[in-house]
Nanobody
Framework: QVQLVESGGGLVQTGGSLRLSCAAS????????MGWFRQAPGKQRELVAR???????SYADFVKGRFTISRDKAKNTVYLQMNSLKPEDTAVYYC?????????WGQGTQVTVRT
């Protein structure tokens, strides 16, 4: 079993920034893929950004140029730096990790962007 603990969510004004953190109980460098998803009220959960075991990153079109996913080996943590936030970014953000094709999820952290 792998535990993922997110933090860093909160309330921010339009145009502001937040950095989400995802601390894992297993080495993040052994995960095939780690990613951030989000789910807004009444909507399906959607992929925001992902980073593969070799460090390749990819982003949803709606966050390209604004969000950056990264990882820190020493802290065994994956980050999502979110800049130029918009009200439509309001959602619960979830950390996801895939170890040998088994997915694990964090509990989620709320991000609210005020107009």
């Amino acid at each position: 079993q792998v535990q993922l603990v997110e933090s860093g969510g909160g309330l921010v004004q339009t145009g502001g920034s937040l950095r989400l953190s995802c601390a894992a109980s297993r080495s993040i460098f052994s995960a095939n893929v780690m990613g951030w998803f989000r789910q807004a009220p009444g909507k399906q959960r959607e992929l925001v950004a992902r980073i593969t075991i070799d460090g390749s990153t990819s982003y949803a079109d709606f966050v390209k140029g604004r969000f950056t996913i990264s990882r820190d080996k020493a802290k065994n943590t994956v980050y999502l730096q979110m800049n130029s936030l918009k009200p439509e970014d309001t959602a619960v953000y979830y950390c996801n990790a895939n170890y040998y094709a088994t997915p694990y999820w964090g509990q989620g952290t709320q991000v609210t962007v005020r107009t």
